[in-house]
Structures are given as C-alpha cells and as structure tokens.
C-alpha cells in the first residue's frame, strides 16, 4: 500500500520548523529546533534535525508510514540537494553540504528532496494561500535575510544550475552599500530584511539627535522598530517608509523580467504591511514601466507563517 503522509521541513537562520502533513494539506504534527547553535558543524545539526523529524513522526502516529521528506533551506539546491554557501547558516555559509543525502541516511533511507526556501514557501502559498490559481508570481520572503521564489506558467524557476531566483542579492545600493552576509555590498538583504532593518534604525539613530523611544533599547530588533512605529514614533515610522521604498523599487526591476500577478510577502518583516504596504506600492508604481502601471498586486501571505514554508516543502516529497 502506498505511503500515505509526507514531512515538511523549513529550514531557517535561527530555526527549524518541521511538521507531518498528509495528502489534504493538514499538518498533523510540527515541531521546532534550533538552527544557530552548531557553529560550522553541519553533521551535527542534520543529527538533531533527524532526531527532531523522527519524534514528530512518532507524535502524530505515522512511524513507517512517510513516503518522503520535502525541505526548504537557504541556497537548497533542487538538483543536488546540497545546501551550498549560505551566509546566514554557519554550518553551510563556507561549503556545500550534502543535505538531501546525510539527512535520508540519518533518517533510514527515507528520500529527500530539497529547494530553496523561499521556492518552499512559494509552493505552499500557491497550493494553500494567496497565490491559488495564480500561474505567474514572486514570492519575496522578508525574515533573516530577503529570499524569493519565481513562479512562471505555473513551474517554479529553477535555472540551469539550480540557484535561480537569488533577488535579495540584487543590488539596491552602488555606492558606499553596506556589506551584505554574502560578502557584496549593497544588496537589497543587507537594507530590507529583518536585520537590515533594524541596522536602518541604529545607523539613523546615531546619525541625528532625533527623539525616539527607541534610544532606550540597547540591542534594537525590527520588532522594536515594529512596536514604536505601532505608538507613533517619528524615526521608527521613517525607516519603515525607507525600506518600504527600497522594496517597491526593486519590485519594480522585478516585475520587468517575469511580468508576474502578483507579488506574494512572506516572512516575519511581512506582519509589519500598515507600515510597508504604502512606501511598497508607491516605489513600484512610479519605477514600473507603463506597460505594467495599475497591473501587479503586492498581497502579503494568507498562511500561518509556520505552516507555509512546511506546506511548500511537503510538496516537494509527494513528486518522490
């Protein structure tokens, strides 16, 4: 008889959600690990990867019964199933691990497939969430760094090499950037994720006598930013503005490639859409050629963030 349950694993910079879904689309059970704490050690972290991933198997009930393992990760590699240079994994920021293949061994030769994560997220929001019926959208995921997913006539974008779709590495800033975890200056990541910015708030900060509660907070987090837009707070509202406008100009060059529906926001920066959504809108349409004024949607994700990333996973391991 055919397996009939897949797991799901969202691998991020600070941490790991994994969860059993069955063929409906339900996450049965997930779990969450850590995924900062194992230094350049990627053995280690695959081993309480696997731990984790057969615990929650047991929890839902479904031991011997999982068909395979779908996982999203920074730099995941479709055709390799190695996660390769991935600056905001310790473990994978200086070589390429073979994930795929060390994790189905830990896990007793149960297959695994592997993507990008934000390619991962792309697929659950076009299965489960804002991007249902669409066949032509980016999805932009805004956490610890900027990923994306490129969806054309319904296929995800893979390229030659399986890297395609790298768009926070695109460069929003020529002179005098900041340094980018990838090495590069300038890239949209090192301004409009979730660290960036945070470092907009502290650079801002000591750059003016401008008040702000945030001068109170002595490690500032973009939820601090988040929290004193919330109340008010003139410099918080002005960053927000700012990386609000790096991102529809770039959505703007983005749009020019693959002439997408929409544009799809996910992520823990993607909660703060009050704040984003206006300086977002306003960017693109002034930089978007005619052709595509009053054409492309910014819609932000209707999934829970954890189930999304799990769910597109998920997806991977049904083609095993």
Known sequence: MEKQYVVGIDVGGQTSKIGVVDARGDVLAQTVIRS???????????????????????DAGKEGEIRGIGVGAP?????????AFAPNLAW?????????EILSAAMGGIPVSLTNDANAAA????????ARGMKNFIMITL??????????????????DGFAGELGHTNVVRNNGRVCGCGRTGCLEAYCSAIGLAKTAREWLEMSSEPSSLRMIEKITSKDVYDAAKEGDKLALKVFDYTG????????????????????LFGGLARAKEFLYEPMMTAMEENLLKIWQGKVKIVFS?????????LGASALAWEL
Do not use: W
């Open 36 to 58: 900062d704490i194992y230094g350049d050690d990627a053995n280690a972290f695959i081993e309480a990867l696997a731990a984790a991933t057969q615990g929650c198997i047991k």
């Open 75 to 83: 730099n995941g590699n479709y055709y390799t199933g190695e996660v």
């Open 92 to 100: 994978a920021a200086k070589q390429a691990v073979k994930f795929s």
């Open 123 to 130: 697929m659950g929001e076009m299965a489960y969430g804002a």
């Open 143 to 160: 956490g610890t760094g900027v990923g994306s997913g490129i969806v054309i006539d319904g296929k995800m974008v893979y390229g030659h």
């Open 245 to 264: 406008s790096l991102l529809g100009r770039q959505f703007a060059d983005f749009v020019a490639f693959s002439a997408p529906e929409a544009i799809v």
């Open 302 to 310: 209707q999934l829970k963030e954890s189930d999304a990333a799990i």
